[in-house]
C-alpha cells in the first residue's frame, strides 16, 4: 500500500506571509499532482510534476518534485484570503497503477 | 476541456432507499472512472474504479453490494447507494482520466447525500 504523508493538515496565517506544503513518502510516483478544494467542489488540479527535480511555478505558488520522485512540495509566497482551502497532494503511477494517492490534506486559511 | 459533469450536487434521502448519483464526461470519452468518498474537512477515500463494460474493482472494506457501480458506456458511470442508513451520509466526488497524459484526472463537483 502506498502512503502519501502530507503536512501540516491545518494552517492558520496572516495575508502576506509566506507557507509551505509538503507531501512524503517512500514509494516512486510517476506524477504528482496538486489539487485545491473549496467546500462542496470537487477538487481542482493545479498543477502535475512530473520530472524528478522538477520546479513549477504558478503566479504566487511554486510545486517542486524530489529528485527521486518521492516527495513534493507546494510553496505560496504572500498569501492572500482567496487562497483559503482544502489542498491536497495526490501521486499517480507506482504500485498503484491508474489510481491516485492522496495526502491527508491540509486545510489553509489565510486571515485579512 | 475535459469537463466532468456530476449530479445530483445534493440529495436528501429517507433511510432505507436508495440513491443513484451520475458522473458523465462531457467532452471526452473516459474508460476508466474513480468514485471516492470525503468526510468534512478530510482527504479523498478512494471507493472503487470504475470500468467501462466491466465488473467494477472495489477497494478494501467497501461494500459492492451496497455501493452499486455502473459504467454502461464511455461517458457515463453511475453509483447507487442501495438501502441508505445515516452513515452513508457523505461527500461522493467522480473523477476520470482525461487523457491529456501525465496522470491527469478530471473531478466531478461532488454529491452531498444526507440519508434522514
Redesign the interface.
Known amino acids: 500500500t502506498q502512503l502519501l504523508e502530507?503536512s501540516p493538515q491545518f494552517l492558520s496565517i496572516q495575508e502576506g506571509e509566506n507557507l509551505t506544503v509538503y507531501c512524503n513518502s517512500s514509494s516512486v510516483f510517476?506524477?504528482l499532482?496538486w489539487?485545491r478544494q473549496e467546500p462542496?467542489?470537487?477538487?481542482?488540479?493545479l498543477v502535475?510534476v512530473?520530472t524528478g527535480g522538477e520546479v513549477k511555478k504558478l503566479k504566487r505558488l511554486t510545486f517542486q518534485f524530489g529528485d527521486a520522485r518521492k516527495d513534493s512540495s507546494l510553496h505560496i509566497t504572500a498569501a492572500q484570503p482567496g487562497d483559503t482551502g482544502?489542498y491536497?497532494c495526490a501521486g499517480?503511477?507506482g504500485t498503484s497503477y491508474?489510481?491516485?494517492t492522496?495526502?491527508?490534506?491540509t486545510?489553509l486559511t489565510v486571515h485579512p | 476541456g475535459a469537463v466532468?459533469s456530476?449530479h445530483p450536487?445534493r440529495v436528501i434521502c429517507k433511510s432505507g432507499t436508495s440513491v443513484k448519483i451520475e458522473c458523465r464526461s462531457l467532452d471526452f470519452q473516459a474508460t476508466?472512472m474513480?468514485w471516492y468518498r470525503q468526510f468534512p474537512?478530510?482527504?479523498?477515500m478512494?471507493m472503487a474504479?470504475s470500468n467501462e463494460g466491466s465488473k467494477a474493482t472495489y477497494e478494501q472494506g467497501v461494500e459492492k453490494d451496497k455501493f452499486l457501480i455502473n459504467h454502461a458506456s464511455l461517458t457515463l458511470s453511475t453509483l447507487t447507494v442501495t438501502s441508505a442508513h445515516p452513515e452513508d451520509s457523505s461527500?461522493y466526488?467522480c473523477?476520470a482520466?482525461n487523457n491529456r497524459g501525465?496522470?491527469?484526472?478530471?473531478?466531478?463537483?461532488?454529491t452531498?447525500l444526507t440519508v434522514v
Open positions: 502530507q510517476s506524477s499532482q489539487y462542496g467542489e470537487g477538487p481542482v488540479l502535475t512530473v482544502l491536497l499517480a503511477g491508474g489510481k491516485l492522496f495526502g491527508q490534506g486545510i | 466532468v456530476q450536487s476508466t474513480f474537512k478530510k482527504s479523498l478512494l474504479t461527500f466526488i473523477s482520466d501525465e496522470g491527469g484526472y478530471t473531478f466531478g463537483s461532488g452531498r
